[in-house]
């Protein structure tokens, strides 16, 4: 199973190989040094293969709320405390510059690792940085979201946008030259409804967007990431977790190098070493966190609006109250579960019905072929053996984008953004 996903991937770009001249990137001269797409996900670049930036003590930044959704204070539990409020990070220069605003990815908060090191690196290049949480991510959904259902673009992009525009008003005095946008994964499938939202809001004027490996067909990403949970370990057996499995490497991995070394080269390092895991581990590994992810979006959606679906809606919730039990029964319910019992009912509430198709065209790039070809201050980096694409993806954003669209041989899903290659043409598209 495995093997065909990475195959699907691969082929994807091979079905409309030659419509547009999009600038394919040759894997000898890339020099990447990961060739599965499965530990370049996992263990991104060698340290050394990075680029040098500055550190957080040489970063003028700092921490703000908005609040946006006040109403939520009295109707949220106790202990949704630190998420009453919408929390982002911005880092500013001491003159005049240009303002990239950051979009994290599933699940993720403003602070998720990739989006700490997009932030060094355009800091770094002399801009001011936003950087914001992915409206899945459960912070977005109690303090920013207006239905608490995320999963249909144009409203997330809505909230986001709001969110933006909250976020200008509250610096009135720094100055800012132009407007850029940039997201990763699903936050770049959010960039990218966001710039068309702006086409007729035009509060930002963005400047150029720049989209870091989109899922080009949601469903079939979230689809591609879920089924990646359900793959057969070796060594996993009734009485042997994944987790155990794992932890039990871990820990001959650190015996043999003679002490506990946590810092950010510990996966890649780790892959190197006798305990590295295997390709099915890896794929559980990146299927889990994934799953974990769908689990807060479900959970979380569920208990704000009360559906019942995970939580009973009179259930008494407070500081206190354990809500492992029903963190657990949310563990069980996929993306594909969440879209079912969630989105679908509230989108066709709003929407006059519609069937699941139609759904999943509105809420992925399809919806925005026209704009994504006629706009060309829109660019796509992408990797040819990104899990999350399927059969015609590829074809589709070379269709789309033509030379637009600049294709890496590796680097799985997001794994190579931290590459001293991809940093220099982020930095090189951004300058025109």
Same mark, same amino acid.
């Given at each position: 199973?495995?093997?065909?996903?990475?195959?699907?991937?691969?082929?994807?770009?091979?079905?409309?190989?030659?419509?547009?001249?999009?600038?394919?990137?040759?894997?000898?001269?890339?020099?990447?040094?990961?060739?599965?797409?499965?530990?370049?996900?996992?263990?991104?670049?060698?340290?050394?293969?990075?680029?040098?930036?500055?550190?957080?003590?040489?970063?003028?930044?700092?921490?703000?709320?908005?609040?946006?959704?006040?109403?939520?204070? &009295?109707?949220?539990?106790?202990?949704?405390?630190?998420?009453?409020?919408?929390?982002?990070?911005?880092?500013?220069?001491?003159?005049?510059?240009?303002?990239?605003?950051?979009?994290?990815? !599933?699940?993720?908060?403003?602070?998720?690792?990739?989006?700490?090191?997009?932030?060094?690196?355009?800091?770094?290049?002399?801009?001011?940085?936003?950087?914001?949480?992915?409206? !899945?991510?459960?912070?977005?959904?109690?303090?920013?979201?207006?239905?608490?259902?995320?999963?249909?673009?144009?409203?997330?992009?809505?909230?986001?946008?709001?969110?933006?525009?909250?976020?200008?008003?509250?610096?009135?005095?720094?100055?800012?030259?132009?407007?850029?946008?940039?997201?990763?994964?699903?936050?770049?499938?959010?960039?990218?409804?966001?710039?068309?939202?702006?086409?007729?809001?035009?509060?930002?004027?963005?400047?150029?967007?720049?989209?870091?490996?989109?899922?080009?067909?949601?469903?079939?990403?979230?689809?591609?990431?879920?089924?990646?949970?359900?793959?057969?370990?070796?060594?996993?057996?009734?009485?042997?977790?994944?987790?155990?499995?794992?932890?039990?490497?871990?820990?001959?991995? &650190?015996?043999?190098?003679?002490?506990?070394?946590?810092?950010?080269?510990?996966?890649?390092?780790?892959?190197?070493?006798?305990?590295?895991?295997?390709?099915?581990?890896?794929?559980?590994?990146?299927? !889990?966190? &994934?799953?974990?992810?769908?689990?807060?979006?479900?959970?979380?959606?569920?208990?704000?609006?009360?559906?019942?679906?995970?939580?009973?809606?009179?259930?008494?919730?407070?500081?206190?109250?354990?809500?492992?039990?029903? &963190?657990?029964?949310?563990?069980?319910?996929?993306?594909?579960?969440?879209? !079912?019992?969630?989105?679908?009912?509230?989108?066709?509430?709003?929407?006059?019905?519609?069937?699941?198709?139609?759904?999943?065209?509105?809420?992925?790039?399809?919806?925005?072929?026209?704009?994504?070809?006629?706009?060309?201050?829109?660019?796509?980096?992408?990797?040819?053996?990104?899990?999350?694409?399927?059969?015609?993806?590829?074809?589709?954003?070379?269709?789309?984008?033509?030379?637009?669209?600049?294709?890496?041989?590796?680097?799985?899903?997001?794994?190579?953004?931290?590459?001293?290659?991809?940093?220099?043409?982020?930095?090189?598209?951004?300058?025109?």
């Amino acid at each position: 199973m495995l093997r065909s996903l990475r195959l699907t991937a691969l082929l994807g770009g091979l079905l409309v190989g030659a419509v547009a001249s999009a600038q394919d990137i040759d894997a000898a001269t890339y020099g990447y040094p990961l060739t599965n797409p499965f530990e370049a996900t996992i263990a991104t670049t060698p340290p050394e293969q990075r680029p040098t930036l500055p550190s957080d003590e040489d970063i003028d930044q700092d921490d703000y709320s908005l609040n946006l959704r006040p109403e939520r204070a &009295f109707t949220l539990p106790d202990n949704f405390w630190p998420v009453k409020k919408l929390r982002y990070r911005m880092a500013t220069q001491d003159h005049k510059a240009p303002l990239i605003f950051l979009i994290a990815g !599933t699940g993720a908060p403003y602070n998720s690792s990739i989006n700490e090191y997009l932030k060094k690196l355009f800091y770094q290049a002399g801009y001011h940085v936003v950087q914001l949480s992915s409206p !899945t991510s459960w912070d977005f959904i109690s303090a920013a979201s207006r239905f608490a259902t995320p999963g249909v673009s144009q409203e997330d992009a809505e909230d986001m946008y709001r969110v933006m525009q909250a976020v200008r008003a509250q610096h009135p005095r720094l100055p800012i030259s132009d407007f850029y946008l940039s997201g990763y994964s699903l936050g770049a499938l959010d960039a990218a409804f966001v710039s068309h939202l702006d086409e007729t809001r035009r509060s930002f004027n963005f400047k150029r967007v720049l989209l870091l490996n989109p899922p080009v067909n949601l469903y079939t990403s979230v689809s591609n990431l879920d089924k990646l949970v359900q793959t057969q370990v070796k060594g996993i057996t009734s009485n042997t977790t994944f987790y155990e499995l794992v932890l039990h490497k871990l820990t001959l991995y &650190f015996q043999q190098k003679g002490y506990v070394d946590l810092n950010e080269a510990l996966l890649y390092d780790f892959q190197q070493s006798r305990q590295h895991l295997s390709n099915e581990q890896m794929a559980m590994l990146i299927g !889990t966190s &994934f799953r974990f992810s769908a689990a807060d979006i479900a959970f979380t959606s569920d208990l704000i609006n009360r559906r019942g679906l995970i939580i009973p809606p009179k259930y008494p919730i407070t500081e206190g109250s354990s809500l492992t039990p029903f &963190f657990k029964r949310a563990l069980q319910c996929d993306f594909d579960c969440y879209l !079912t019992e969630q989105v679908i009912p509230m989108w066709r509430a709003r929407s006059d019905g519609g069937s699941l198709l139609q759904l999943i065209d509105q809420v992925s790039l399809y919806a925005l072929e026209d704009y994504l070809r006629d706009s060309p201050k829109i660019a796509v980096m992408h990797n040819a053996d990104d899990v999350i694409l399927g059969p015609g993806d590829i074809g589709f954003l070379r269709k789309v984008f033509g030379d637009r669209l600049t294709l890496y041989p590796h680097g799985g899903h997001c794994g190579n953004l931290n590459y001293r290659v991809n940093s220099d043409a982020m930095l090189e598209f951004f300058r025109g």
